[in-house]
């Protein structure tokens, strides 16, 4: 199972909206809406911010949401804080795998 | 709170063997899957395998069938991945999460670091 495509980083200036984008298949982010999305900050663990390509835990900030056109899911992050900056991993249940898979990662630089 | 704890890394020699494990605490650890999920340095994530509520079934990523084996023990809320023949492609920080919904891990451990090498 291949890892899905996210762009290797992306930037912004504080208080700009960025969008990553996360592109699969139809056996995986375009056949089903369980995307997720997670933020890591450098050597810590991940934390989710999106799941179910959309919805936002209790607890994280409305300026994080999630989308997803055919085979590509977004993450859109709106309002761009210097605690933004981060990694940030998409993944999908597919129907190749018993497992999920996860995207390439995204570095998200606040300028 | 939720709480994952793993414990067990190290630096071993390629073709030796590992055990990690996975305290957890804060919720009913029966009622969910758990996952092993790794990072390489300067890499992405990837999911390593996960397990059942019971135990009763248990999968792998292809590159570590045969080789590493997910097992639980819900009286002591531990998880557990007994890692053998480990090879330097096995190098990785090693995180414990629990599954909340399909292919979706809600909190996760600090992370255990695994080095393979002479």
């Known amino acids: 199972q291949s890892a899905l495509t996210q762009p290797a980083s992306v930037s912004g200036s504080p208080g700009q909206s960025i969008t990553i984008s996360c592109t699969g298949t139809?056996?995986?982010?375009?056949?089903?809406?369980?995307v997720s999305w997670y933020q890591q900050h450098p050597g810590k663990a991940p934390k989710l911010i999106i799941y179910?390509?959309?919805n936002r835990p209790s607890g994280v900030s409305n300026r994080f949401s999630g989308s997803k056109s055919g085979n590509t899911a977004s993450l859109t992050i709106s309002g761009l804080q210097a605690e933004d900056e981060a990694d940030y991993h998409c993944?999908?249940?597919?129907?190749?795998?018993?497992?999920?898979?996860f995207g390439t990662g995204t570095w998200v630089t606040v300028l | 709170e939720v709480r994952l704890v793993e414990s067990g890394g190290g630096l071993v020699q390629p073709g030796g063997s590992l055990r990690l494990s996975c305290a957890a605490s804060?919720?009913?650890?029966?009622?969910?899957?758990m996952s092993w999920v790794r990072q390489a340095p300067g890499k992405g994530l990837e999911w390593v395998a996960n397990?059942?509520?019971?135990?009763?079934?248990?999968y792998y990523v292809d590159s570590v069938k045969g080789r590493f084996t997910i097992s639980r023990d819900n009286a002591k809320n531990s998880l557990y991945l007994q890692m053998n023949s480990l090879r330097a492609e096995d190098t990785a920080v090693y995180y414990c999460?629990?599954?909340?919904?399909?292919?979706?891990?809600?909190?996760w451990g600090q992370g255990t670091l695994v080095t393979v090498s002479s």
């Open positions: 999460a629990r599954d909340s919904g399909i292919a979706l891990e809600d909190y």
């Open positions: 804060g919720f009913t650890f029966s009622s969910y899957w």
């Open positions: 397990i059942k509520r019971d135990g009763s079934g248990e």
């Open positions: 139809s056996s995986d982010v375009g056949g089903y809406n369980y």
């Open positions: 179910e390509v959309s």
């Open positions: 993944s999908s249940y597919t129907s190749s795998s018993s497992l999920g898979v």
